[in-house]
């Protein structure tokens, strides 16, 4: 009996010592979903590489929270530029009907200190976006013919420090000091819209590469960790400082995200994530913007309000550390007349050492 009683102790003394010697931020939910940023630190000397790739879905157009027919987003036939429905000014020379926003990401973290770990991301986007015709000259085919425009390249680059303020074996507080530098062009030409025979034309805010200023992002994360599931709060923001050589500056944008990832084991967890994003138009005028012809090229038509839900899964395996979401829309109230966002994927691979 003592020897059963002697083992019983043994047990579970063995399993207490287990649960604290478990490195708590070294599981399966150490990093946020795949959509969230400066979420988690690293000890000193610890180096992270990671690739993270994401693609938006973005087809139809919304007026408010209205979705508008291709037919009613090119407006009635008239002359340029624009016809005014409603009080607010739809396109004429043509619509954007879809785009595809794909984002290769570089991220690469190491922790300074214990407490401040540095930051830096470059992002290659892949902009395509499909249109059809308006009846304005169209010297590249009629009304309700199609065009799709192309653009890629280095984006603006993200850079920064994060500072836990608060951390102890069940939660942290970290202060995001964030910016971004503007390597990302702002200013391309195309001749597709006039199926090559027309000059050549800028391309619009949506398929440019960067913000063409400096920003500023900071953000503050808020976590808690339990035995068998932890949770997060986020608020991140970006800001541009000043504007452009073009003369204008894009939106200032402010992102409220919470989640909850479950353990499933110690190295594979789920994740479900709300996302409230909030974009103000842009400021300023941009000096190209020689046509308001087609809405991508209307400053006061990008900002909005955005309700995503993220449904995700983070692994690690043999130290390596896989991350992934599928991030539906669910609401939004866009200012103008723009495509609405349907849903994006979001997925990384990284490792620490
Ligand atoms: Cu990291």
Same mark, same amino acid.
């Given at each position: ?23 708590? $931020?070294?599981?399966? #939910?150490?990093?946020? /979903? ?9 000890? !000193? ?7 993270? +790739? ?5 087809? #139809? ?17 008239? @002359?340029? @530029?624009?016809?005014?429905? #409603? ?38 986007? *892949? ?9 304005? @000259?169209?010297?590249?085919? /009629? ?9 890629? %390249?280095?984006?603006?680059?993200? $850079?920064?420090?994060?500072? =836990?303020?608060?951390?102890?074996? #069940? ?15 702002? +200013? =391309?030409?195309?001749?597709?819209? *006039?199926?090559?025979? %027309? ?9 440019? &590469?960067?913000?063409?200023? $400096? ?10 960790? *339990? ?17 452009? +050589?073009? %003369? ?21 967890? &789920?994740?479900?994530? !709300?996302?409230?994003?909030? !974009? ?38 043999? %130290?390596? +550390? ?25 997925? *990384? ?5």
């Amino acid at each position: 009996m003592s020897r059963f009683v002697a083992l019983t102790i043994a047990l579970v003394l063995s399993h207490v010592a287990t649960a604290d010697d478990r490195d708590r $931020f070294g599981l399966a #939910d150490k990093h946020a /979903p795949a959509g969230i940023m400066g979420d988690h630190m690293h000890e !000193k000397g610890e180096w992270m590489v990671e690739y993270k +790739y994401m693609n938006m879905y973005m087809e #139809d157009n919304r007026r408010g929270d209205d979705k508008v027919s291709d037919q009613d987003a090119i407006g009635p036939p008239g @002359p340029p @530029p624009g016809i005014v429905v #409603d009080g607010i000014q739809t396109n004429n020379g043509a619509t954007p009907t879809q785009m595809t926003m794909e984002m290769h990401m570089a991220h690469i973290m190491y922790g300074a200190t214990d407490d401040i770990s540095l930051y830096t991301m470059l992002m290659l986007p *892949s902009l395509t976006m499909d249109h059809i015709r308006g009846d304005a @000259p169209n010297p590249g085919g /009629p009304r309700g013919s199609e065009f799709t425009t192309h653009n890629s %390249g280095f984006g603006d680059t993200a $850079f920064g420090a994060l500072v =836990r303020l608060l951390g102890d074996d #069940d939660e942290e507080l970290i202060l995001n000091l964030g910016c971004s530098v503007p390597t990302g062009d702002i +200013y =391309r030409e195309t001749t597709n819209p *006039s199926g090559g025979f %027309g000059p050549p034309q800028p391309l619009p805010f949506p398929m440019r &590469l960067g913000s063409g200023t $400096f920003n500023a992002r900071p953000g503050i994360t808020y976590k808690r960790f *339990s035995d068998w599931w932890s949770w997060g709060l986020q608020f991140q923001t970006d800001i541009p400082i000043g504007r452009n +050589y073009r %003369g204008y500056s894009v939106s200032d944008e402010f992102r409220l995200n919470s989640w909850t990832s479950i353990l499933l084991t110690d190295k594979w967890a &789920l994740s479900v994530r !709300k996302e409230h994003v909030w !974009k103000t138009a842009f400021d300023g005028t941009d000096s190209s913007a020689n046509n308001a012809v087609i809405s991508t090229n209307v400053e006061e038509f990008r900002g909005g309000y955005w309700y995503n839900l993220g449904i995700g899964t983070q692994m690690s395996l043999h %130290g390596h +550390y896989f991350n992934a979401e599928i991030v539906p829309t669910l609401y939004q109230n866009l200012d103008g007349i723009q495509l609405e966002t349907d849903f994006a994927v979001i997925a *990384s691979w990284s490792k620490a050492w």
